[in-house]
């Protein structure tokens, strides 16, 4: 019992963390919360299912054309939305950010309906559902396993872009001092949509991943996984990617234990109490720098 | 005492004047029926609502994505103590107005220390659990069921050998809520001319020169946040007797959306154009209930509208329709394209 909710918390909380580090990456170069980021992991499963049942796409090119379709998402969601408000003050881009995201569900409302769509029949690989490990009574399906393995992969492979390119170097010079990495020559404009792109496809994955976990796809599922996210990069500290990965994984693993020892009722509540909690106590999170009110905020 | 006549007034006085009337004599127009005055109350009660989470974004500065808590725990406050207690409405609006201070003040309290982003996490992070509260605490408020069968509001002279009065139908609501609304309007514009509120603005307008006065600013933030949830909550105690019935579902984050964007539409920090954004928020919202089934599509895709209204308002008039010009100033400052921005206050040369 104990395995099997530390199990299913470990997988939840890999996908927390995905959404999360896009929600901290935007933050660290912008200082914006990127309010609609939940949205975008909607968009991901919903367009994952649409090219399956459409197009027959089998599920793993689906898979990576919808991630393809988030980044773009994300990088259109920076230039219609956020760059115009760049100068202005803080306040207005949250507010935009807030009415994207608001639109944004309610447009794949429009395009997709309201009620919840599972994965065509037949379309997830069959061996998904098979057993792959049993141990200490745990079954372990493949599904959990291919999971775990692209979350680290995700990780891993984007740990190496912001640490070894140099667009990753690029990006943390962004975050650090946006004009300075201007005076340098970098194209602070390019390496923001960079980082949306970036942030749009792991948002995207992570929806299509929980949305072929759960079977089950609704425009409203960004608003409360993307909550979540947020609250496992505050719990990380804001802008530090490796305190979102595991800001992610401990509040998946403090939700499944929750929702399994406490109370089932509150599993949401969980996530907005460590969130209030962390925020209140440790506002720098577990890795994170105090923020600093800018003359840019109102 | 001179005597009030007409031609002394102003332009805006005669206006005033003229709205009120206008609204007083409403309920007897021909073509107002039970649901254009039913409406009408909405509008009112957003009105109450807006005017006061305008407190915080308007006259603070910082966001506020929880005020429906507030609201919520008003109207539970209201629905629980008729149905438990039997109390009557006419205590229970200081006991709402209170109550609502005193979560504004424990939930501000830790929090207004930080910074706005933050702040607005947490109002949202609230909000939500005062929902799964609701939903989730059976024995307190009976859950997804709902609280049934409140009493409507009455005026009991029972006690001084009078009559007992009971609101039935819209009309008596109608002028309730018309009188609610006054008396908010009233106090909005005494603390917007109080030192309280002109500490309120320079806090909005620059905090560094704002603390480099004297003022406390956590104090201050604290004040305007619990000032603001205590009319949310007296808003929320009228909701409770007038719809006589509260489910936690009519308290999800969409409201707290769809309150916010009355302020940024109408003006964030000018009460008329907050009112105003209530008008046209509402009405619109009516109007796309009715329209939307037409077509097919379910009655919530009327957030897109509001969304988008957000989002080009932000873009293109980020102070609203009704703008004062401080805000003005200030959403505008930093802008690459800079247009010329009027002085708050006018310098003679």
């Known amino acids: 019992m104990l395995l099997q909710q530390l199990v299913n918390g470990l997988t939840i909380g890999g996908i927390y963390a995905m959404i999360a580090v896009g929600y901290t990456m935007i933050y660290g170069v912008i200082q914006l919360i990127n309010f609609a980021h939940g949205e975008i992991y909607m968009l991901g499963a919903f367009f994952a299912i649409t090219f399956i049942s459409f197009l027959g796409l089998p599920f793993y090119v689906a898979f990576l054309v919808a991630m393809a379709c988030c980044a773009v998402c994300g990088v259109l969601l920076d230039i219609v939305a956020y760059r115009p408000l760049r100068q202005s003050p803080r306040l207005a881009a949250l507010i935009t950010a807030i009415g994207m995201s608001i639109f944004l569900q309610n447009l794949a409302m429009i395009i997709w309906g309201s009620r919840p769509k599972p994965f065509p029949h037949g379309s997830l690989p069959a061996y998904f559902e098979k057993t792959a490990v049993t141990f200490g009574g745990v079954n372990l399906s493949w599904f959990h396993v291919f999971i775990f393995t692209l979350t680290i992969v995700m990780m891993v492979g984007l740990n190496l872009i912001i640490k070894k390119t140099r667009w990753g170097k690029a990006m943390r010079a962004v975050a650090q001092n946006q004009t300075m990495a201007a005076l340098t020559g970098i194209n602070v404009n390019r390496v923001i949509s960079y980082t949306f792109a970036l942030a749009g496809a792991l948002g995207g994955a992570a929806g299509i ?67 209030i909690i962390v925020i209140v106590l440790i506002p720098a999170g577990l890795f994170g720098k105090v923020l600093k009110e800018t003359k840019k905020s109102m | 005492m001179g005597k009030l006549r ?307 308002m932000m873009r293109f008039r980020p102070a609203g329709i009704m703008p004062i010009p401080a805000v003005a100033a200030k959403m505008r400052a930093g802008r690459v394209k800079r247009k010329k921005v009027k002085p708050a206050v006018g310098i003679k040369k």
């Open chain 2, 6 to 312: 007409l031609q002394d007034l102003t332009r805006g006085g005669k206006i005033r004047i003229g709205l009120l009337a206008l609204a007083l004599i409403l309920p007897f127009l021909p073509f107002v029926t039970d649901y254009v005055l039913h409406i009408a109350i909405l509008v009112l009660l957003y009105m109450i609502l807006s005017l006061g989470l305008n407190i915080v974004p308007g006259f603070n500065g910082l966001l506020d994505l929880g005020y429906v808590g507030f609201y919520g725990i008003g109207a539970y406050t209201s629905g629980l103590l008729t149905y438990h207690f039997g109390l009557s409405f006419w205590v229970i609006i200081p006991l709402a107005f209170i109550n609502g201070a005193i979560w504004g003040i424990l939930l501000g309290a830790p929090t207004l220390r930080l910074t706005g982003d933050y702040f607005a996490i947490v109002t949202f992070g609230f909000s939500e659990l005062v929902v799964l509260l609701l939903t989730n605490e059976i024995w307190l408020t009976r859950g997804p069921l709902g609280l049934p069968g409140i009493d409507v509001v009455s005026i009991d002279l029972t006690l001084f050998g009078g009559p007992k009065w009971e609101f039935i139908g819209e009309l008596p609501y109608y002028y309730l809520a018309i009188v609610m609304v006054l008396v908010t309007v009233f106090v909005m514009y005494r603390i917007q001319d109080s030192r309280l509120g002109r500490a309120w603005f320079a806090i909005r307008d620059d905090e560094v020169a704002a603390v480099s006065c004297g003022i406390n600013l956590l104090a201050y933030k604290v004040i305007a946040f619990a000032i603001s949830a205590a009319f949310g909550a007296v808003g929320g105690s009228f909701f409770a007797r007038w719809v006589t019935f509260l489910s936690p579902d009519m308290f999800k984050f969409w409201e707290s959306f769809l309150i916010l964007c009355m302020i940024v539409l109408g003006g964030m920090g000018n009460i008329w154009g907050v009112m105003i954004g209530a008008v046209v928020l509402v009405s619109l919202s009516e109007v796309l209930r009715e329209i939307l089934p037409v077509l097919g599509l379910p009655v919530q895709v009327r957030f897109l509208a509001f969304g988008l209204i957000m989002v080009l």
């Open chain 1, 209 to 275: 991943m929980v949305g072929a976990f759960y079977n089950s796809i609704y425009p409203t599922m960004g608003y409360v996984a993307g909550v979540k996210a947020f609250a496992a990069a505050v719990l990380g500290g804001i802008g530090s990617v490796p305190g979102a990965m595991l800001g992610g994984v401990i509040l998946g693993v403090a939700e499944a234990l929750g929702a399994g020892y406490l109370s089932s009722l509150y599993r949401d509540g969980i996530s907005y109490a460590v969130m």
